[in-house]
């Protein structure tokens, strides 16, 4: 692809699903964690990972759309929970935010696992 064709998709390849639930097949975290994606795009591999492997899912997304997406997915995911658990409640917490990685800042062991596929071509 070239470089002109990537700057108009943003940099936003999503990871098509089998692959996700390939990955998903040869990682652990503990029961109840937490994932983060700080490149989430739409939200598919996170919410996919997240149901997998029992984690709740954070993220960030720079592209204002697909960060609307993202939040759908994960309050669709927190829904299915509370229906699947009848005496959970939904948590209130913001899961998704409309920003750059670059400007998040959280605690050394505030996430199990970190699901890292970021656009990687960028202009300095």
């Known amino acids: 692809m070239t470089r002109l ?14 692959v ?9 975290a503990p029961h109840g964690g937490r994932i983060f994606d700080p490149c989430t795009g739409e939200g598919t591999a996170l919410v996919s990972l997240a149901e997998t492997l029992a984690l ?6 720079l592209h204002e759309e697909r960060a609307r997406l993202a939040r ?3 309050q669709a995911l927190q829904a299915r929970l509370l ?4 005496s959970a409640q939904l948590p209130t917490q913001t899961r998704l935010l ?3 990685y670059q400007n998040v800042q959280a605690s ?16 300095e």
């Open 83 to 86: 229906v699947a658990n009848r």
């Open 20 to 28: 996700t639930h390939l990955i998903s097949t040869f990682i652990t």
């Open 5 to 18: 064709a990537n700057m108009e998709k943003a940099g936003y390849f999503p990871l098509p699903p089998l």
């Open 108 to 123: 050394r062991d505030g996430f199990n696992l970190l699901y890292l596929n970021p656009p990687y071509d960028q202009d």
């Open 56 to 61: 709740s899912p954070y993220g960030v997304e």
């Open 72 to 74: 759908e997915k994960i």
């Open 98 to 100: 409309h920003d750059s």
